[in-house]
T-cell receptor, first 113, second 115 residues
Framework: DAKTTQPNSMESNEEEPVHLPCNHS???????IHWYRQLPSQGPEYVIH???SNVNNRMASLAIAEDRKSSTLILHRATLRDAAVYYC??????????????FGQGTELSVKP | GAGVSQSPRYKVTKRGQDVALRCDPISGHVSLYWYRQALGQGPEFLTY????????KSGLPNDRFSAERPEGSISTLTIQRTEQRDSAMYRCASSPERAGNSPLHFGNGTRLTVT
């Protein structure tokens, strides 16, 4: 399984944008880039995913480098409820069998009021 | 609509006993996943199913762990002869499609404590 590298922790101020980086230099052409987050005492929650193009949804934006070896999850205005562990995960789409998600350690985001 | 439901929420058992953890996925979801999560760690993959077929069980730690999904809906994770090191949060997730771009929806988990 292709690996991802994320900073262990990041801090942000409330109502400011947050850019969470992820390196995935061994990504294959058929890997989707997924982001999940886990709030304290809750199960992981899907945030966003993409393949090549940048993606936006109501929760966040995903910026993918042209060579796909890195990506950045963007929270446009952090709130206290965004404090969580954010996981960047590669998921193989080559076979129609889908594939398991392998979680790393993630980035623990803290948001200061 | 209803999310992924897991039962029981909490399970305390004595070492050596067998336990069965249940997962009821979102209706119509094709894929079902089991994960285990220790405190302060990310979820650890155990196994997953597409419909009733177990596609990958490479994450099951040893042969005391098994899972089934006989009718392609509800799944049971069974741990035989439990040991203290089995204590963890066990999480189930389901996904509407098999495709790699389909998101996983997680349940609230079962907290297993082996005494």
């Amino acid at each position: 399984d292709a690996k991802t590298t994320q900073p262990n922790s990041m801090e942000s101020n409330e109502e400011e944008p947050v850019h969470l980086p992820c390196n995935h230099s061994t990504i294959s052409g058929t890997d989707y880039i997924h982001w999940y987050r886990q709030l304290p005492s809750q199960g992981p929650e899907y945030v966003i995913h993409g393949l090549t193009s940048n993606v936006n949804n109501r929760m966040a934006s995903l910026a993918i480098a042209e060579d796909r070896k890195s990506s950045t999850l963007i929270l446009h205005r952090a709130t206290l409820r965004d404090a969580a562990v954010y996981y960047c995960i590669l998921r193989d789409s080559w076979s129609n069998q889908g594939g398991k998600l392998i979680f790393g350690q993630g980035t623990e985001l803290s948001v200061k009021p | 609509g209803a999310g992924v439901s897991q039962s029981p929420r909490y399970k305390v058992t004595k070492r050596g006993q067998d336990v069965a953890l249940r997962c009821d996925p979102i209706s119509g979801h094709v894929s079902l996943y089991w994960y285990r999560q220790a405190l302060g760690q990310g979820p650890e993959f155990l196994t997953y199913f597409n419909y009733e077929a177990q596609q990958d069980k490479s994450g099951l730690p040893n042969d005391r762990f098994s899972a089934e999904r006989p009718e392609g809906s509800i799944s049971t994770l069974t741990i035989q002869r439990t040991e203290q090191r089995d204590s963890a949060m066990y999480r189930c997730a389901s996904s509407p499609e098999r495709a790699g771009n389909s998101p996983l929806h997680f349940g609230n988990g079962t907290r297993l404590t082996v005494t």
